[in-house]
Nanobody
Framework: VQLQASGGGLVQAGGSLRLSCAASGRDFSIDTMGWRRQAPGKQRDLVADIFSGGRTSYGDSVKGRFTISRDNAKNTVYLQMNSLKPEDTAVYYC??????????WGRGTQVTVSS
């Protein structure tokens, strides 16, 4: 199973970006999909998760600004990021967890927010 993320880029503070991550492969089942981010010199932190039943979880710093959603038919998760701040600058990693896959990671996509 592979995760392919897209949608990163450069945006001014206050702007928006939308990240996408699609899971592909054979005979897999995914329960949880989400995003983590890692800024230089910092640990990888929770951005948002969405669980198989639709429940969501967000990191405190993005609550009210970011929205995670999921298209189960396409095995794709989206992250709509609004009101971006310079401190949101990081590499964003797609993450997925299934009963038989273990934890899967995408390659990461850079998000840079200029002030």
């Amino acid at each position: 199973v592979q995760l392919q993320a897209s949608g990163g880029g450069l945006v001014q503070a206050g702007g928006s970006l939308r990240l996408s991550c699609a899971a592909s492969g054979r005979d897999f089942s995914i329960d949880t999909m989400g995003w983590r981010r890692q800024a230089p010199g910092k640990q990888r932190d929770l951005v948002a998760d969405i669980f198989s039943g639709g429940r969501t979880s967000y990191g405190d710093s993005v609550k009210g600004r970011f929205t995670i959603s999921r298209d189960n038919a396409k095995n794709t998760v989206y992250l709509q990021m609004n009101s971006l701040k310079p401190e949101d600058t990081a590499v964003y990693y797609c993450r997925a967890l299934g009963p038989f896959t273990g934890i899967l990671w995408g390659r990461g996509t850079q998000v840079t927010v200029s002030s």
